[in-house]
C-alpha cells in the first residue's frame, strides 16, 4: 500500500508539473502580469487535484497538506514568465505537454477514487476531475469557452482512459503498469485527435429569434 501511495505521489508531482507549465503558459499568451502567470500555473497545476480531493473527501486537499505542489507550480510559473520568449512560440511542445499531462491526472484521479474506496463510476469521475478540473478554473478566469466543451477529443480522450484503467482494474497487472498504459493512451488519444482534427458533433442549428429571446 505504501508503494502504491508513493507511485501516485510521483506521478501526482509530474501532473501537477506538466499542467503547470501550461497554465503559465495561458498566463503569457494573455500578457497577465508575473503574479496573474503565477496564480495560472497554480489554477491549473492544482486547481484538478484539489477538485477531485475535495470530492471524494480526502481533506484537507494534498495541495494544502503538501506544500510541494503550490512550490512547484509557483517555480514553474516564475520559470514559464521569464523564458517565455525561448518556448511559449513553440505550440506544438505545449500540445504535447498539456496531452501527457491529461494522461497522467486521468490515471492518478481513478487510482485514487479506487484507494478511497468508490464505486466504477466515482472513480471514473475522478480521472476527469483531475485532468480537466484546473483548466475549467483557467479558463473560467480568462472569460472563454472552457477548452473541455470546445476542444477536439480533451474530455473525451480522459473518459476513454478512466474506462481503459477501470478495464486493467480487473487484470492482475500492477499500479505502475496501469498508470502507464491508460497515460499513453489518452496521450495517443489526444494526439492523435489534433493531428486528424477529430471532434464530437457540434450544435449548429441557430435558434429563432424569438426563442432565443424567451431563454432569458
Known amino acids: 500500500m505504501e508503494l502504491e501511495q508513493n507511485i501516485i505521489y510521483i506521478f501526482d508531482l509530474l501532473g501537477t508539473f506538466i499542467f503547470a507549465i501550461t497554465g503559465a503558459v495561458k498566463g503569457v499568451r494573455l500578457k497577465l502580469d508575473i503574479l496573474g502567470v503565477v496564480v495560472f500555473a497554480c489554477t491549473v497545476g492544482c486547481g484538478g487535484g484539489m477538485l477531485r480531493d475535495a470530492a471524494i473527501g480526502a481533506t484537507p486537499v494534498a495541495a494544502f497538506s503538501n506544500s510541494a505542489y503550490i512550490l512547484i507550480c509557483v517555480g514553474t510559473g516564475l520559470a514559464v514568465f521569464f523564458l517565455a520568449p525561448k518556448f511559449v512560440g513553440r505550440w506544438r511542445v505545449i500540445l504535447f505537454a498539456d496531452s501527457l499531462g491529461l494522461g497522467v491526472f486521468t490515471a492518478l484521479g481513478v487510482a485514487k477514487g479506487a484507494m478511497f474506496g468508490i464505486g466504477p463510476v466515482g472513480q471514473l469521475l475522478c480521472g476527469v476531475f483531475s485532468a480537466v478540473g484546473g483548466?475549467?478554473?483557467?479558463?473560467?478566469?480568462?472569460?472563454?469557452?472552457?477548452?473541455?466543451l470546445t476542444s477536439d477529443f480533451y474530455a473525451t480522450a480522459s473518459l476513454l482512459g478512466g474506462i481503459l484503467y477501470l478495464a486493467l482494474?480487473?487484470?492482475?497487472l500492477g499500479?505502475?503498469?496501469k498508470f502507464i498504459i491508460a497515460s499513453s493512451v489518452v496521450f495517443l488519444i489526444r494526439i492523435v485527435a489534433i493531428k486528424y482534427n477529430f471532434h464530437l458533433p457540434v450544435a449548429n442549428t441557430a435558434l429563432p429569434v424569438d426563442d432565443e429571446q424567451t431563454l432569458h
Request: proline residues 5%; without cysteine; glycine residues 10%.
Open 175 to 177: 499500479l505502475l503498469s
Open 135 to 148: 483548466g475549467v478554473v483557467r479558463d473560467v478566469m480568462s472569460r472563454s469557452i472552457p477548452t473541455v
Open 169 to 172: 482494474e480487473m487484470t492482475g
